[in-house]
């Protein structure tokens, strides 16, 4: 268990849909990050939030939000869906910025049919 | 445009010996590499670093080599274990602004062969 919980594990829905995926941090991080993992890609990185504001943003769609509350778990958002957004999303946290990188959640695997 | 590139999708070596995984980069900024590592089912776990700062780290049958001239870094795995059977990420940070956000390669498939 790596500190870092993400829920749900798995989801399906069908396209057009919006479903929302939920991370809480390890105890005592601060910054949370969301990536996804597509079919045969890299991490790509969506966004970061840091003590309930966003610092970064990187290949997030339109169609995707998140936000960070101030027990400092984290939702993200996906509108609209389409066949393409099913991956692996990932969330990840960090203290700040430290030597160590990330500590990961196991993820969300998210199927659009 | 990939910024950080692993172009060996997989690779198999028998246990015992070393295994070597590279990794190359384009962006001149990047002044942090990460190693990570993924099983199946589970989020990647951090194995190692180095600074731009460095050329070399180790940390018990891992070491990373950084060359910065050539943008290129590599993980060596010696010796080999079946547990190392992984993917591994290659990922570099920015030093510009204040964000953390990690630029991830595609992964390395190592396979340990008994």
């Known amino acids: 268990d790596s500190g870092v919980t993400q829920t749900p594990k798995h989801l399906i829905t069908a396209t057009g849909q919006r479903v929302t995926l939920r991370c809480s941090p390890r105890s005592g991080d601060l910054s949370v990050y969301w990536y996804q993992q597509s079919l045969d890609q890299g991490l790509q990185f969506l966004i970061q939030?840091?003590?309930?504001?966003?610092?970064a943003k990187g290949n997030i769609l339109e169609r995707f939000s998140a936000q960070q509350f101030p027990d400092l778990h984290s939702e993200l958002n996906l509108s609209s869906l389409e066949l393409g957004d099913s991956a692996l999303y990932f969330c990840?946290?960090?203290?700040?910025?430290?030597?160590?990188?990330?500590?990961f959640g196991s993820g969300t695997r998210l199927t659009v049919v | 445009d990939q910024q950080v590139k692993q172009n060996s999708p997989s690779l198999s070596v028998q246990e015992g010996r070393i295994s070597i995984l590279n990794c190359d980069y384009t962006?001149?900024?990047?002044?942090?590499f990460l190693w990570y590592k993924k099983y199946p089912a589970e989020g990647p776990t951090f194995l190692i670093s180095?600074?731009?700062?460095?050329d070399k780290n180790e940390d018990g049958r891992f070491t990373v080599f950084l060359n910065k001239s050539a943008k290129h870094l590599s993980l060596h795995i010696v010796p080999s274990q079946p547990g190392d059977s992984a993917v591994y990420f290659c990922a570099a940070r920015d030093s510009g602004g204040g964000a953390d956000g990690l630029t991830f390669g595609k992964g390395t498939h190592l396979i340990i062969q008994p």
């Open positions: 962006n001149s900024m990047f002044d942090y």
């Open positions: 180095i600074s731009s700062i460095k």
């Open positions: 939030y840091y003590n309930g504001e966003e610092r």
């Open positions: 990840a946290s960090s203290v700040g910025r430290t030597a160590g990188g990330y500590t």
